[in-house]
Each structure stands twice: as structure tokens, then as C-alpha cells.
């Protein structure tokens, strides 16, 4: 770089090239009375770089032709895509002679066709209005950092650049380069009422492991052995029928009082459907009674079927049972679509099995369609297809500690006609080891309430109240897009684990490990990043949360990190787009280029009432969450958007 001259050097330049350098340099022209909406004036009379010095002689700098903000530095058509308040502009300049040179920033506002407008002080109580790079070996980048709160989020800008040298302007400025900040999600302040349960559940339809598929039924006869007059008696499962058992007409539309399960009696038949306490099972099929002579040369003396369902359901908490004990049920509905003269009758046997070490249980109690107390057998001459019989067995659970409770059912048929011949088929069981999807657990482990029983099998979903908490429900849902596991994500299939009270998790020093050593280690060297006021007082909130097996902070988890400095580092800010909007932007204090996508858990500077609201309701005792169980996180105001390349927008939920 050449030395600085002083003006007092023009005194040794030839008269012409005095006027060409007075001509040239003007006055130096402050911010606010800096041309619009024409900017064209010189860099050299602006000159915020230093004054110029043509004796200096030698090649004036240039800019380069392709200015470009960040980060990420990545365009979107036409403008820059900026994803972060604290936005950063770069050039390359090239010096003809090798010397060093800066660039000197001057951005604007654009009117509706994307030109510049008004210029934007950058500066303050600076002259210029703009800012200028430290110096760079010719064709490197020089850059600057837009100090905080001089641009607006969801405005869009443009900006040149002019090379100096110290001695020599480039004659013309470099092209504009259009650049907006745009957050990944854009939401309202917190809305004043919600609808939104947060703990309420969808019935989900699953298949059983451990049951025949309706194909695959009237394979497997089983036949008694022949009473003394040459006589037996077959059973076969079929397929459920297409329109399931015929609706009762004496019964009030709606669920009967008999039924174990409200919601499911109106349910599809062919199917099998659950939440986290209740089974409802309608593709069990139905049976085939075959009353046969010995002899295979003669017809069936008679035959009769019926549809069969099933219903479980297991109560999480003292208030759904009544009872201080653990306690699951089960039910069975048998309805008669045919029985023959020649059998006289059928009676029905239920047998429900279990591998409960602590339960004790009762009798089959059963019921008619209008649950009159009742048996299960049905008079040849009497019976009708509305004499449905419900079958109701309890098992209460007095253990310690958590256990599984596998399950087996089958039916055992005799007729009026042959007190000598009964036969049994099996019903199926509650899954196989691996799945058990139909398998109670019951347990006492959860502190401050009693005993409870759930079917485990089923993955709640916790919904964030996207109304109430905007802001933390646009962090989740985000994070729930970029991360690479899609923790929580209910698109994404994606479960998170609960760190319940019996983990046995324990940190480097071999001492229990909990959910505040979790969230220390993610949160604890994580400052207040820069927002405007209204955003209000801020919290770090951590993705995946503390509570989880998939935190950062987790020890030996798949997403374990060192310190929260390897996180996403996202922050809330104010939109400055004329909206009450706010957005979530990068926070690019410690990864300078803002999230990669790679990251493997996430900390967001987020309004600290939506903080520690969001999963308030999120109490182990409702769906009683032990130790590594599975859950999802749903946002709704979010999830209609396909993905995080663009920006989201929140939608009342």
C-alpha cells in the first residue's frame, strides 16, 4: 500500500490534474443527505474511506462484479438470502499494482422493483453513513459486520461496494447485490385462548403380530373327539364379516352401556384400533361350529357361527379406576349370525390367560346388549342376531416395581345336542416377545400417585400448543425438520425416549445422572443473545429437551455432545416488515455460518414464559412415561408446511 500524501503534495502536480482531483472529490457527503432515490455520485466523493491521492500514480482498485450477504451467503433467485440480524457483506477487490485495499459498504432500501431507495445509516454519528472493511491482499474478500438493529428482518436491501487503496477510488461502483433477512419460521405474539389439548390423543389402527391375517383363517379346524353316538364337534375361525355384527335396534345411537371401550363400538369392522389405555379389536373374525357325523359320507347334522370382538383397557390412575390397586379389563362380544335346530344350543367358554406374577382375578361376568346380567348361551329356538352377549373379566395387579403382562385368549364351544363334546380355538395373544403390542404394563414407580396400568405398546403424541407458545412451538418444529434423527417428529416417524424416574443412567463420574445435568450441559454457557424489547425476557430452550434420552446433554445418547456450543444455535427476534410478527433466526455468535443441518440437538433464545410453558402439561402420570418410553411432539400451527428450506408460517391451530 502507498504511504498517505497530504494535500499539501498537490503543490507539485501539473494544474490539470489538480482540477481533475478537485472535480472528483466534492465534499464528503453525510448519511442523511446522501442523493435518493439516484444514487450517482462517485466513490471518490464520497471518499469514507480516506481522501485520494492521485499523485500517488498507479492503477485504481476494483471491486468485484459479485457482492454478496450472509450468512449463509446463498441466494434465493435474485437476492441474498440472509438468515441472521447480524448480517454480514463481502466483496472481493483486486488491486492492479498487488497493493492492499478495502471496500467501503453503503446499503439501501428498495422501492417495489427492487431498487435502491433510501440510503440506510449505518454508521450512527459516523459522517458517511456506511461502513468500511479492514484492508485485504488484492483478490481476497473484505467484509463487514452490519452492527445489530441497523437492518430489519423481512426488509428487503441492496448494496454496493467501492474499492480504495489507500491513495486511489475505483472510478465506478460495483453492481448492487439485493439481500433480505429471512427467518426459518415467522409466528404472532402468544394468542389469548386455545382449544388445544395438549394431552388429548388419536386412536391409531395397528396390526397384531400374533393373529392370524383374515386370509389365512378357516385353515386350522379343530375337531373334538366322537361321543358315544358317533357324533363331533369342529371349530374353525373365518374372517370378520365385511359389515362386522348387526346393530342392535333397541340400542340409543351411540355406544351401548355394555361396552368396556365408548368409542368403539362404531369403529370399522375389519380393523384394530388403540390409544394408550384402550384396545379395540375388530378383525378378531368369527367361528364356525361344525356339529359332524363320524362318518364322512354323511352331511353336517347342523352348524352355527358367531362374530367375535375384543375390547382391553387398562386405567393409568386411581381417578379412572376407582380403585387403589392397578387394574386392566378386558371384554369380549360374541354375536350368533346362525344356529341350527340340531344343535338345540350353544354355549361359548372365554378363556382369557395371562403370566402375571402379582394380579389377582375374577370371574367372566357376562352381559346382554342391554347389559342385563346374563350367560353365554344361546337357545336354538330362541335365539335372534340381537342377542349379543358381552363378556367382562378384571385383573388387578398388586406388584412393586413395573411388569409386563403378556395375554392369551381362546374360545371353547359345546352344544345342547352332546354333553360329550367340547372343543377350544385359539384366539391369538397379546403379540409376539419382541412387539407385545397388546401386552398391559402396570407399575408403582411413579412418585405422588397410585398404582396404574397402560398398554406401553402405543407412542403417545404431546401437541405443543402452538396458539399459546408460537415461539417454542416454531423452535420444535424446526429443529424437528433439521435435525438429522427428526427427533419427536411425527412426519418423520420419529420417536423421542422419555428419562423417566427409573433410569439407571449415570454420568462420567459414575453418579446418577438427571435431566438438570442434561439441560447444564446445553444450556450452561449459552448468554442472552441481541433482540428487540418486545420479544420480552429470554430463555435457552434446548432440542431435543432434558427430559429426553435424545438431549444433547444425555449421557451415551445418540445425540451426546460435549458442550452446547455443537448445537444449532437459533435465536427470536421482532420482524421489521410493518407486521407483529417475529421470526427465528441463526444465532451465528458461536457458528459464525449459522446451522448446518448436521447438528445433533439445538439451543434457541426463546421468550422464557413460552419456554417453560410449553410442555407444562407434559406429566408422566397421565400417560405414566417410565424409563425410555416412546412419544412424539406435535406442532400444529407448523406442520402444514412441507419443509424448512423456505420459510414458515405459523397457522392458527
Known amino acids: 500500500m502507498r504511504p498517505l500524501r497530504t494535500l499539501s503534495g498537490l503543490r507539485n502536480v501539473a494544474a490539470g490534474a489538480v482540477l481533475a482531483l478537485l472535480a472528483g472529490i466534492g465534499t464528503a457527503t453525510a448519511a442523511d443527505s446522501a442523493p435518493s432515490p439516484t444514487p450517482s455520485y462517485s466513490p471518490a466523493s464520497l471518499a469514507a474511506a480516506g481522501p485520494e ?46 497493493d492492499k485495499a478495502n471496500l467501503t459498504f453503503e446499503v439501501w432500501t428498495t422501492d417495489a422493483n427492487g431498487k435502491p431507495k433510501t440510503k440506510v445509516d449505518l454508521d450512527g454519528p459516523g459522517e458517511y453513513g456506511v461502513l468500511v472493511s479492514g484492508y485485504v491482499d488484492s483478490g481476497k474478500l473484505a467484509q463487514v459486520p452490519v452492527p445489530y438493529g441497523k437492518l430489519k428482518p423481512g426488509v428487503t436491501y441492496t448494496f454496493r461496494t467501492s474499492a480504495y487503496d489507500g491513495s486511489l477510488y475505483e472510478t465506478e461502483w460495483s453492481p448492487y447485490a439485493n439481500f433480505r433477512i429471512n427467518p426459518y419460521v415467522t409466528f404472532p405474539a402468544p394468542q389469548t385462548s386455545s382449544i388445544i389439548d395438549p394431552v388429548a390423543q388419536k386412536v391409531r389402527e395397528f396390526t397384531r403380530t400374533n393373529a392370524d391375517p383374515p386370509s389365512a383363517r378357516k385353515s386350522d379346524r379343530k375337531c373334538s373327539a366322537a361321543d358315544p353316538q358317533g357324533r363331533k364337534l369342529c371349530i374353525e375361525m373365518t374372517p370378520p364379516s365385511k359389515d362386522g355384527p348387526p346393530a342392535d335396534p333397541r340400542l340409543a345411537p351411540g355406544s351401548p352401556a355394555v361396552e368396556l371401550v365408548d368409542w368403539c363400538y362404531e369403529k370399522p369392522a375389519g380393523k384394530d384400533y388403540m390409544n394408550r389405555t384402550e384396545a379395540c379389536l375388530k378383525n378378531v373374525g368369527g367361528v364356525d361350529m361344525y356339529f359332524l357325523s363320524t362318518d364322512p359320507d354323511s352331511p ?37 349370525t346362525r344356529i341350527d335346530p340340531d344343535l338345540e344350543g350353544v354355549t361359548l367358554k372365554w378363556n382369557a390367560g395371562d403370566n402375571c406374577d402379582s394380579c389377582v382375578v375374577s370371574q367372566t361376568k357376562w352381559a346382554d346388549n342391554q347389559n342385563n346380567t346374563s350367560d353365554a348361551h344361546w337357545d336354538a329356538n330362541e335365539w335372534t342376531e340381537f342377542s349379543g352377549r358381552w363378556g367382562r373379566y378384571l385383573t388387578q395387579w398388586n406388584g412393586t416395581g413395573k411388569e409386563t403382562i403378556d395375554l392369551g385368549w381362546s374360545i371353547t364351544g359345546t352344544v345342547d345336542a352332546s354333553n360329550a363334546l367340547q372343543v377350544t380355538v385359539g384366539l391369538g395373544t397379546s403379540g409376539v416377545e419382541s412387539v407385545r403390542e397388546l401386552a398391559p404394563r402396570c407399575d408403582d414407580i411413579l412418585n405422588g400417585v397410585a398404582p396404574g396400568c397402560v398398554l406401553p405398546f402405543f407412542k403417545p403424541t404431546y401437541t405443543v400448543d402452538t396458539n399459546l407458545y408460537p415461539a417454542a412451538g416454531a423452535y420444535y418444529w424446526l429443529m424437528q425438520e433439521k435435525m438429522p434423527d427428526h427427533a419427536g417428529s411425527v412426519r418423520w416417524d420419529s420417536l423421542l425416549h422419555y428419562f423417566g424416574p427409573d433410569s439407571t443412567a449415570t454420568g462420567p463420574d459414575g453418579k446418577p445422572w438427571d435431566s438438570d445435568k442434561s439441560r447444564n450441559k446445553v444450556c450452561g454457557n449459552w448468554t442472552v443473545p441481541k433482540a428487540d424489547a418486545s420479544v420480552g425476557t429470554m430463555d435457552c430452550d434446548e432440542y431435543a429437551m432434558a427430559s429426553t434420552h435424545e438431549s444433547g446433554g444425555f449421557p451415551g445418547g445418540v445425540n451426546q455432545v460435549t458442550s452446547g456450543d455443537e448445537c444449532a444455535q437459533l435465536n427470536t427476534d421482532k420482524m421489521g416488515d410493518g407486521s407483529a410478527n417475529f421470526g427465528l433466526f441463526a444465532d451465528t455468535r458461536k457458528a459464525t455460518k449459522g446451522p448446518t ?34 412419544f412424539f411432539v406435535s406442532n400444529p400451527g407448523f406442520e402444514h408446511c412441507v419443509n424448512a428450506s423456505t420459510t414458515c408460517s405459523w397457522r392458527k391451530a
Open 53 to 98: 491521492d492521485l499523485a500517488a500514480g498507479g492503477q485504481r482498485p476494483e471491486s468485484g462484479k459479485n457482492p454478496s450477504a450472509g450468512p449463509q451467503f446463498v441466494k434465493s433467485g435474485s437476492t441474498w438470502n440472509v438468515i441472521t440480524p447480524d448480517v454480514v457483506l463481502r466483496n472481493t477487490v483486486t488491486d492492479p499494482d498487488r
Open 300 to 336: 353336517a347334522l347342523g352348524m352355527a357361527h358367531f362374530e367375535i370382538e375384543q375390547r382391553i383397557k387398562a386405567y393409568p390412575n386411581k381417578g379412572s379406576s376407582g380403585s387403589n390397586f392397578a387394574e386392566f379389563d378386558q371384554q369380549i362380544y360374541l354375536v350368533p
Open 597 to 630: 443441518g448436521k447438528e445433533r440437538c439445538g439451543r434457541a433464545g426463546i421468550n422464557a414464559d413460552q419456554n417453560r410453558g410449553a410442555f407444562k402439561k407434559l406429566q408422566p402420570s397421565i400417560w405414566r412415561l417410565l424409563d425410555n418410553d416412546g
